[in-house]
């Protein structure tokens, strides 16, 4: 918890106009703390997002803004001249000292954002047109950084798809069994290491590297509330060179079902199949211009691998006592784990249907 306090002394260290009015907590990640900042000038309201980075998470945070201040100044030339441009991609907000970021005496790093206005996330799709635009909004996310120059963006987070070594993760965790809660997760880890063999499967493929967001679950979209349109992405901290493939399968993950992430009736976890039309249909329109027929056969492989992936990374956590993501509640990483594990057999029921989707979509 931050207290209000902290948050109008590191307000002031940014090139901000006016005085601090209010701030409180914005939306629910599970790694970073952000803060809805209201400021005023001249009687006239600014809103600003700030945030404090999570050092434990990410250890290199100067490499990460590095990052993300390169890749939302091409975004913003890109778009430059568009409708509504302002609102089409983040813009960092420099701290008086003209670096991307704020260090306070503690360490810690803060960054802000303009607001964008009249945006907002979404938990779950309720129906095929969000779908469509939020994998429209991907795809053309990617698409916009194909021709970023070089030289290559940082890998802050070394080996952050590497399902293998994800899955080596969770072997230790379950011989360690450090919380000792192994003992009411026995059907998940047998789930897991009953799909050892997929863990490699996109790695094998020899796809290309691509600039990508490598997070893309729906919540890291922002939506017009008026008209849902999906105006940009958001949360850029895992933006790095990556497999495009994996954009669209944590789209799958999040976009396809209408179950929470941590839903613990599993009668309501199961991919809908008109939705993965629309989200390859939308991803399609926009990441179809550069895709290469290898990466394209390869899209429902990437929904299966990062759906499994992710729940691996849940139980992991919670095996290991709940360290890396923020919960709420005794067992939510649990939850979590069984109900990617849930979605991971539906995909796989489903798999021949969702190919023949991908192959007739131009």
């Not at 790694?31 to 990410?58: K, M, P």
């Not at 802000?112 to 938990?123: A, K, L, Q, R």
């Not at 379950?174 to 799909?195: K, L, T």
Request: charge should be negative; aromatic fraction near 6%.
């Amino acid at each position: 918890m931050i207290e209000s306090r902290q948050v109008q002394a590191v307000v002031e260290k940014f090139r901000v106009a006016g005085t601090c009015r209010s701030t409180q907590p914005l939306g629910n990640g599970h790694i970073n703390d952000t803060q809805l900042v209201v400021l005023e000038d001249s009687g006239a309201e600014i809103r600003c997002v700030l945030q404090r980075i999570n050092r434990h998470i990410f250890q290199q945070p100067e490499a990460m803004m590095d990052n993300i201040r390169r890749v939302t100044t091409h975004l913003a030339a890109r778009t430059s001249g568009e409708p509504d441009a302002c609102r089409r991609c983040l813009t960092l907000i420099p701290a008086r000292d003209g670096r991307c970021f704020h260090q306070d005496v503690t360490g810690d790093i803060w960054r802000m954002y303009d607001h964008i206005p009249g945006g907002c996330s979404m938990e779950v799709v309720g129906s095929t047109a969000e779908a469509f635009e939020a994998a429209k909004a991907v795809g053309r996310f990617q698409r916009l950084l194909a021709d970023l120059p070089s030289p290559r963006l940082h890998e802050t987070l070394p080996d952050f798809h590497h399902t293998p070594k994800r899955f080596a993760a969770l072997e230790q965790a379950v011989a360690i069994d450090g919380a000792g809660r192994g003992c009411h997760a026995r059907a998940e880890i047998e789930f897991a290491f009953a799909r050892r063999s997929l863990t490699g499967a996109l790695l094998a493929a020899g796809l290309p590297e691509r600039i990508v967001h490598n997070d893309t679950k729906l919540n890291n979209l922002l939506f017009d509330a008026d008209s849902g349109e999906a105006l940009c992405v958001v949360d850029l901290d895992t933006v790095m060179p990556g497999l495009a493939p994996l954009d669209f399968g944590d789209l799958v993950r999040t976009a396809a079902c209408p179950a929470r992430e941590d839903e613990r009736d599993l009668s309501q976890v199961e991919l809908q199949i008109d939705w993965f039309e629309a989200l390859a249909r939308g991803y399609l329109s926009e990441a179809g211009q550069f895709l290469t027929v290898a990466e394209k056969a390869h899209l429902v492989c990437a929904g299966k691998l990062i759906t499994l992936e992710t729940g691996i990374r849940f139980l992991t956590d919670y095996l290991s006592g709940d360290t890396y993501f923020k919960v709420q509640r005794e067992g939510q990483n649990l939850d979590r784990c069984r109900t990617q594990f849930k979605l991971v057999a539906s995909i796989e029921r489903q798999e021949p249907a969702m190919q023949r989707l991908i192959d007739i979509t131009p």
